[in-house]
Each structure stands twice: as C-alpha cells, then as structure tokens.
C-alpha cells in the first residue's frame, strides 16, 4: 500500500490510514467478526453512509476463543497433513551420507564421505567416519545406496589418469558431462 502511494504521488500516511480503516472493518475468516468488533464492540465509521449509526454490540468472547482455537487447530492439521516429511528409517550399522552445510555454487549437496550410524536417539543420529563423530538430524542424513561407486574409486581415477579435461576438446568435454557416470549421480542432484 505504501508503495502504490509512493508510486501514484500521495501521501503515504494517509493511504496507510485508508488501508487500516479497511482492514479494521473487513471480517476476519478464523473469527468471522471484524477486528473493530472485537476491539471496540462496533464497527468503525468508515466513509460509507449507513442507515444505522453504529452502536456497541455485545461479545461473546468466549465462543469467539472457541471459535478461533477449533479454526487454528483445523489449519494445522490441514498443514501438519499436506507438509508431512517422512523421517528416514535408520538403525544402527547404516552407511550413510550428510548434507553439505557449506553450500555454494558448485559445491555438492551431500558430502562424499561415507559414515555408519552408531546411535539414533529420537530424530537425531550419531554418526561416525574418517577421524570425526558427528550428531545431525535425521533429515540432514540419507542412506548410501548399496553398489555404488564412491567418488575417488571410478576407473578413470583408479587408474591414475590426470584431469580428463586436459585430454579433449571442449565438444568432447560437453558431451561426456551430459552423460553422468552412476557414481556422480549418487552426489548431484539428489
């Protein structure tokens, strides 16, 4: 509202006020009454001729609370079902990976170093690899799938060439990297 103002050239404060008038007197959906009404006892008088002045209305503010709680709890459950997230199933003895905390442009989602679960408590999972343990929780946590390739073991490496780059043309390069090995399709774009 304030920036439509600004835009067509009035005064910003005397639009916010028409805007608050407005919003005062609409009905709430949870409430099902105006928030004047629920402040006041009447609606505000706004720039609309009425045939009847306003005059204060009596609240029952109980069945508005009980109105407004059975509405709310409504809401969440309609989000708590629609947003659902289903924890992963881990147990003790997994090869898992993590998610990647230090999110950059070409930094990979998920760590490439495997770790085993050697404790879950609740939503949390104690993890250890190379000379670290770590706690995360179990959504930052996935299964490492079975008979994969893990990064640094694919023939090409294994067999001490240098970086593949060095050896093509750009089309070459372009072409192979359409074309993803399994093993880099464990950690990019999951």
């Known amino acids: 509202m304030v920036k439509t103002a600004i835009a067509a050239g009035r005064n910003w404060r005397f639009a916010l006020d028409d805007w608050l008038l407005v919003y005062r007197n609409t009905p709430h959906s949870t409430t099902e009454q105006t928030p004047a009404v629920l402040m006041f006892g009447r609606n505000l008088n706004d720039k ?33 079902n629609k947003n659902k997230e289903a924890l992963p199933n881990l147990k003790v003895g997994d090869t898992v990976v993590i998610r990647n905390e230090r999110k950059r442009k070409l930094s990979l989602p998920w760590l490439k170093t495997p770790f ?42 294994r067999a001490g060439r240098k970086h593949a780059d060095a050896e093509y043309s750009r089309r070459d390069t372009l072409r192979r990297h359409r074309k993803k090995p399994d093993y880099y399709l464990i950690w990019g774009g999951m």
Not at 129 to 147: C, D, I
């Open 116 to 157: 085993k679960v050697t404790a879950v408590k609740g939503d949390s999972v104690i993890v250890e690899g190379e000379n670290q343990r770590l706690m995360r929780h179990s959504t930052a946590v996935k299964k490492f799938p079975k008979g994969r390739l893990v990064p640094g073991n694919s023939p090409d490496q």
């Open 48 to 80: 609309l001729p009425a045939l009847n002045p306003t005059s204060p209305k009596e609240i029952d503010s109980t069945s508005i609370r009980k109105l407004d709680t059975r509405k709310k709890a409504q809401s969440k459950r309609y989000h708590d």
